[in-house]
């Protein structure tokens, strides 16, 4: 069952798993993310309006109607959607930087422009290495922006089996129990394409990357953000 974490005649957010394929495209699984919207809903078409990769967690928004859906679709292309991740990554982050480099919109497609900031929210001395917990907010939409840009850094996703660390993501799956991705999409901040309300759609860190956060030693930091994400639900 999908956590809903919003939902009137026109938009519906929920928080989604790690795992979970938002549509059905060349994989072939028998259960995504829109099947689900359109048992809580009763309909036949829902929109998903934002990329989220299978492994990443947190919160997918989906429009009720096509004009919904190209409000909604309008608002991405002006970058008026704001998005924010939190990521464990290798090594000792930067306190705060903004990568721009371009990346392809789709797989073959060609390069545009494409801009991260990144903040560092803490670290530990974990086992075998330092890691670093980031918060990164895309300025624009690509391919697996969020992993690329973080690659480019120098400081890849823990768990990222495209852009990371092999040995290092099994040392630490191995040591902390941490056997996904380590990005979420912590929250994200849109204009309502009826009312015009700014909503600020927050989704709390799931269990099978805050726990292991919390062994590496990342409690306080891991509660922080949380005590934030209450506060943008507020």
């Keep these: 069952m999908i956590d809903v974490l919003y939902r009137d005649t026109y938009l519906l957010a929920v928080s ?3 795992g979970v394929l938002v549509h059905r495209g060349w994989a072939r699984d028998g259960e995504v993310l829109v099947d689900e919207a359109r048992r809580l809903t009763g309909l036949a ?3 998903p309006i934002h990329r989220l990769d299978r492994a990443t967690s ?3 928004l989906l429009a009720l109607d096509a004009e919904a859906a190209r409000a909604l679709a309008g608002q991405l292309e002006r970058h008026e959607v704001e998005k924010r991740y939190v990521a464990l990554v290798r090594g000792l982050a930067p306190e705060a930087a903004l990568v721009d480099q371009p ?11 494409a801009a991260t900031a990144i903040r560092r929210l803490g670290w530990v001395e974990a086992e075998p290495r330092r890691l670093s917990l980031v918060e990164a907010a895309p300025r624009t939409g690509r391919l697996h922006q969020v992993r690329r840009h ?12 495209n852009y990371g660390n092999g040995p290092l993501n099994r040392a630490v799956r191995d040591r902390y129990g941490l056997a996904r991705l380590a990005l979420h999409a912590a929250s994200l901040s849109v204009t309502h394409p009826v009312t015009g309300e ?3 759609l927050a989704a709390p860190m799931p269990d099978d990357l805050r726990v292991p ?9 891991v509660a922080e953000v949380g005590d934030r994400l209450c506060g943008e639900k507020g």
């Design 16 to 18: 989604k798993p790690s």
């Design 45 to 47: 078409t829902v929109h």
């Design 58 to 60: 947190g919160v997918a």
């Design 103 to 113: 990346l392809p919109r789709r797989e073959g497609g060609p390069r545009v422009e």
């Design 150 to 161: 973080l690659k480019h850094l120098g400081h890849p996703v823990i768990g990222d089996a």
């Design 198 to 200: 700014r909503l600020e």
């Design 213 to 221: 956060l919390e062994r590496m030693g990342f409690e306080e930091m």
